[in-house]
């Protein structure tokens, strides 16, 4: 529509009303209106939620935001409140904020002014993340044991952060300060979506990586070398920016990996999971490659000061040792006297010697002599010798000849007696000693029986016999009945006279 309102005349004339009744304000009169509404009405509350994305600016002004499951507040605590705060609220801890509710017309947003802070429970992303601590420790990724020494002056040193953050750049630019080395950016997202999985994927990655420094040479291979030490970085944020380097996967990336680790994760009062089950702990990117690298001048520095030590000690040895010689020098006495007493100690030794030789032939041959004036001629020893053997053939004669005699008498003796013990004595006496037909003894009636042929030795022979009847000790055999006889075969003629051939 299009406004036709006429001008003011001269007269003075008022304008005639508008079609739009409502007042036409300005932002700033609205801006200002919303905020005397809101403050009026919300002097004083008690909000709970939980603290996210806390900030201390440099002004010591402290902006956080308080959230629950459907709703953001922005929250702001001055500084002179901040510095009064007995209990310092924190990312991820559940609280009742005590304030007023204001606007801020810069931004069109309203928010809590805190006066105060109080714990109202213990925040879900913390309890979380207590959790999962605890069930980690458990497994021991954690462990002090695990953990390595970092090298001293790495060779190649792989990070694994974002590439287009500040954090790299400090961390080259540290490096280069320090003692320029070899670095290999690994690119993954530090935060948000996907970024845990590319952490963990790098930190594998690098440990994949040929050792051999020397692959460049073979097409065939990478000619990417594996780094001797990592370093997981990434700038400050909110426990919820650094979530990804809690995340298990993360934790167990670096807990297993065989390179050396060192994380740096946020600013020195964040702490994550990774910091646990690193080899170390940086309180900030920049730390971090202060702790991988020592310093390349004092390196210099101090290489120079133990050389020029060593130089100097090995310049004062040789003093020493010369001074030394010299002083042991003076205290010998001089080679060519000393020679000198030695000829002729050798000179006088050699003259003493062959007299020696001469008087000791002499005492030699006088002592020879000596002795062979009290020897005894070899015939008068022989002479003496057969005289003493003929003696002693004599006596052992005689000896051999009693000993045969007395055994003699002894063997006459011992036949005498025992010819008294012969069973041929008593045969003469009458005695007779009865054999069976096998010549075995019989010393008892029970050994026979009637019909039984026996011997019968005498003293001057032996007789056949046969038993007639049994003994009459009641012990003998009965007698066997005798066969009977067999029929003569009588001739054809009746005259038995003639044997039968058959």
């Given amino acids: 529509m299009i406004d036709d309102t006429s001008t003011a005349n001269g007269a003075g ?8 009744n409502s007042p036409v304000f300005g932002v700033a009169e609205i801006s200002q209106a919303l905020k005397m509404t809101v403050e009026h009405a919300f002097q004083r509350v008690r909000v709970r939620g939980e603290i996210s994305g806390l900030k201390r600016a440099a002004s010591g002004h402290v902006y956080f935001t308080l959230k629950d499951d459907s709703a953001v507040l922005d929250g702001v605590c ?4 901040a510095g009064r705060l007995r209990l310092q609220p924190e990312d991820g801890m559940e609280m009742v904020v005590t304030g007023r509710l204001t606007t801020y017309p810069a931004r069109s947003r309203y928010q809590i002014v805190a006066e105060s802070f109080e714990i109202a429970g213990e925040g879900a992303l913390l309890k ?13 990724l954690f462990d002090a044991e695990r953990k390595r020494e970092l090298p001293y002056l790495p060779t190649v040193i792989g990070v694994v952060t974002s590439p287009t953050g500040a954090v790299i ?12 080395s070899r670095v290999l950016v690994w690119p993954v997202l530090v935060q948000g979506d996907g970024a845990a ?48 380097f809690n995340e298990e996967i993360v934790v167990r990336a670096a807990a297993e990996s065989a390179i050396p680790l060192i994380s740096a994760v946020g600013h020195e009062t964040d702490t994550t999971l990774i910091d646990y089950a ?29 050389g020029a030590r060593l130089q100097g000690a090995v310049g004062r040895r040789v003093e020493d040792g010369r001074l030394r010689l010299e002083g042991l020098a003076r205290g010998l006495p ?11 100690r050798l000179d006088d030794w050699s003259e003493r010697l062959s007299n020696a030789l001469a008087l000791g032939l002499s005492a030699r041959r006088r002592e020879l002599a000596t002795h062979a004036a009290g020897l005894r001629p070899p015939k008068h020893m022989i002479d003496a010798g057969a005289q003493s053997l003929k003696s002693e053939v004599r006596a052992l004669g005689r000896a051999i000849s009693e000993r045969v005699t007395d055994g003699r008498r002894r063997l006459e003796g011992t036949s005498a007696l025992l010819e008294s013990y012969s069973y041929q004595r008593v045969l003469e006496r009458g005695f007779a000693l009865v054999t069976d037909a096998d010549g075995n003894t019989v010393a008892s009636v029970a050994a026979v029986a009637a019909g039984d042929d026996v011997n019968l030795r005498l003293a001057d022979g032996a007789l056949g016999a046969r038993i007639t009847r049994g003994g009459t000790g009641g012990g003998g055999r009965k007698p066997e009945p005798k066969p009977k006889a067999k029929p003569k075969s009588k001739s054809p003629k009746g005259d038995d006279r003639q044997g039968s051939l058959l």
């Fill in 13 to 20: 004339e008022a304008p005639e009303p508008s079609e739009h």
């Fill in 278 to 306: 690193s080899d170390r702990r940086a309180p900030t990117p920049t730390a971090a490659a202060e702790i991988a690298v020592p310093v390349r001048s004092e390196l210099l520095a101090q290489v120079m000061d133990q």
């Fill in 197 to 244: 999985e590319q952490i963990a994927e790098a930190i594998v990655g690098f440990n994949g990586l040929d050792s051999d420094l020397s692959r460049g040479l073979d097409p065939n291979r990478s000619a990417i070398p594996r780094p001797d030490l990592l370093i997981v970085a990434r700038g400050g944020g909110s426990l919820e920016d650094l979530w990804a």
């Fill in 78 to 81: 001055w500084r002179g409140t």
């Fill in 334 to 344: 001089d080679p060519r006297r000393a020679l000198e007493d030695g000829a002729q």
């Fill in 169 to 180: 750049r400090d961390i080259l630019h540290r490096l280069a300060d320090r003692f320029p």
């Fill in 128 to 140: 979380l993340l207590e959790d999962r601590r605890r069930k980690l420790a458990a497994e021991g």
